[in-house]
């Protein structure tokens, strides 16, 4: 069966979406490794507290939207590298370390790898929710993700300051993971947005190129 994307109408419920019960499972054995591997409980259970609520959301309203396959996709991708980013906190990743060495940086930039997959992973699934649920006309559908994760990117921004400054002090560092970056606060929203930009002109460009095959 082919993967069915935002402009297909047909969605598959949960009970017999094989996919989806395999993203599922994937995902609670990867946040239980992700658990049991962290060397700061208090940090992992600050990173995915909008994990939780992600996923809940996701659940409760699953019967009366469905996203397509192409979406839950994308998330589940979005998902995992924001587990993996806060079993190590996001300044200490093993991964962004790595490429640190291999391209002779000045710093991990592995949360600036989430945060610009924000927007690129995150935009076509928000696409998906405004052309489907809303059935807003098609225009506003592709301008409407980029404003939209711009706005997230700088809530999320504000909500992490205030659980870093207010419940978290002492994790507050680890936290924020700006690494003495002053401006790191608007380097993440302006890497969401490009994410954002650049998902929906691939996907328009795809668009156009598969209705002419």
């Known amino acids: 069966m082919p993967i069915s994307t935002a402009s297909d109408a047909i ?5 017999q979406h094989t996919m989806l019960k395999i993203f599922l499972v994937l ?28 996923i809940g959301g996701l659940v409760i309203s699953h019967r009366r939207f469905k996203f397509s396959d192409a979406s839950y996709a994308l998330m589940f991708v979005y998902i995992l590298l924001h587990i993996y980013g806060a079993m190590y906190t996001y300044a200490e990743n093993p991964l962004g370390y790595w490429l640190q060495d ?3 940086g000045e ?33 506003v559908c592709w301008v409407l993700p980029v404003e939209i994760t711009m706005s997230f990117s700088a809530a999320y921004e ?14 507050g560092a680890a936290y924020l993971g700006s690494q003495g970056d002053v401006w790191d606060a608007q380097k993440d929203m302006g890497l969401a947005f490009s994410g954002a930009v650049l998902s929906m002109l691939l996907a328009s460009s795809l668009k156009r190129v598969l209705s002419k095959v």
């Open 11 to 15: 969605r598959i419920p949960f009970r």
């Open 27 to 54: 995902f609670f054995v990867a946040w239980a490794i992700t658990f049991m591997g962290t060397t700061d409980r208090a940090n992992w259970i600050t990173e995915n507290t909008l994990t939780m609520v992600f």
């Open 102 to 104: 291999l391209f002779n």
């Open 107 to 139: 710093r991990n930039h592995y949360d600036r790898i989430v945060h610009f997959s924000f927007g690129f992973l995150l935009a076509y699934p928000l696409r998906d929710y405004f052309l489907n649920h809303f059935h807003w006309p098609r225009w």
């Open 158 to 171: 504000l909500i992490e300051w205030a659980v870093a400054d207010v419940f978290f002090p002492a994790q």
